[in-house]
């Protein structure tokens, strides 16, 4: 996964990150639970041309975190590694509530967000899931154990896979998908601290809702759903995308909120055919 760097500064979460390639600064999001590695599917292919930069925020990953925190406290980290790393500017790729934190640090340093690619995400967000049984959280359990065990095994995705929770998360159950799951998903949710989720909860327990803020958003941006999705709604994406000025927007169908792992070709031609849309994302220029 290339170097990993990790450095404390006052006031600032000791982040564990990944770093690959060479060239301009992208900085990539993961979202909840999640760790930078989760961000794979993106900076194995984006490190080919750019420098990519995958933090685990606080309380995710190898970032591990003492005591409570609220999501401030992510932008200041993000902060804070911008400055150690000597990045002046940088295009953001955020995935679920990595993109809520793009979003926020375009808002709160203009200057230094050449760009947002925005991934199952909503800055009003909304979900559709249904309640969750007991059945449902026992299939899920067995299912991503298996799945751990023996990735991708076709009998555990029929038996398990697709009665499980898993069936809210991707809306094709093919072996690419399970593989990402088991390599990168499972182990994640394990190092996720229940701090972490907490400063999740609470902040969507408050409302959160930037979307009238967006119009100060001026940076090319791009939008990507998937329809199916239950834990961010298109329509709550749609709406984002509708309230930023310089955007575009791509929405998958038969897929869910982890579609990046469901069509991930698709995906990044659609991020490729952006960058040489708006190579000013990816320029010092």
């Known amino acids: 996964m290339g170097d990993r760097h990790s450095y404390t500064t006052t006031g600032a979460a000791h982040l564990n990150v990944y770093v690959q390639g060479q060239g301009f600064p992208i900085l990539g999001?993961?979202?909840?639970?999640?760790?930078?590695?989760?961000?794979?599917?993106?900076?194995e292919h984006l490190s080919k041309r750019c420098r990519t930069f995958a933090p685990d925020l606080r309380g995710y990953g190898k970032s591990r975190f003492d005591g409570s925190f609220n999501m401030q406290d992510?932008?200041?980290?993000?902060?804070?590694?911008?400055?150690?790393?000597?990045?002046?500017?940088?295009?953001?790729?955020?995935?679920?509530?990595?993109?809520?934190?793009?979003?926020?640090l375009a808002l709160h340093l203009p200057?230094?967000?050449?760009?947002?690619?925005?991934?199952a995400t909503a800055a009003k967000p909304r979900g559709s899931h249904p309640p969750i049984t007991w059945q449902d959280n026992l299939?899920?359990?067995?299912?991503a154990l298996l799945n751990y065990i023996k990735p991708s095994w076709q009998w555990n995705i029929e038996t398990f896979g697709k009665r499980s929770l898993f069936r809210y998360l991707i809306q094709q159950h093919t072996s690419t998908a399970y593989n990402y799951i088991a390599q990168e998903a499972v182990p994640a949710y394990l190092q996720t601290s229940p701090a972490a989720t907490r400063a999740l909860y609470s902040a969507i327990q408050s409302g959160y809702n930037r979307l009238l803020d967006l119009e100060q958003i001026e940076c090319p941006s791009l939008v990507l759903a998937g329809v199916q999705d239950r834990h961010i709604t298109v329509d709550s994406s749609l709406e984002t995308a509708q309230?930023?000025?310089?955007?575009?927007?791509?929405?998958?169908?038969?897929?869910?909120?982890l579609f990046p792992w469901e069509v991930p070709q698709q995906v990044l031609r659609?991020?490729?055919?952006?960058?040489?849309?708006?190579?000013?994302?990816?320029?010092?220029?």
């Open 139 to 143: 299939y899920t359990g067995v299912a």
């Open 243 to 257: 309230h930023i000025k310089n955007c575009q927007w791509q929405f998958y169908p038969n897929t869910a909120h």
């Open 29 to 43: 999001l993961h979202g909840h639970p999640g760790s930078g590695r989760s961000l794979s599917v993106f900076t």
């Open 270 to 285: 659609d991020i490729d055919l952006w960058l040489e849309e708006h190579p000013q994302v990816i320029s010092n220029q």
């Open 74 to 104: 992510h932008l200041t980290d993000l902060e804070a590694l911008l400055d150690r790393f000597e990045i002046e500017k940088c295009l953001v790729l955020g995935w679920s509530l990595g993109g809520i934190l793009g979003m926020e």
């Open 111 to 119: 200057q230094r967000v050449s760009g947002l690619i925005l991934v």
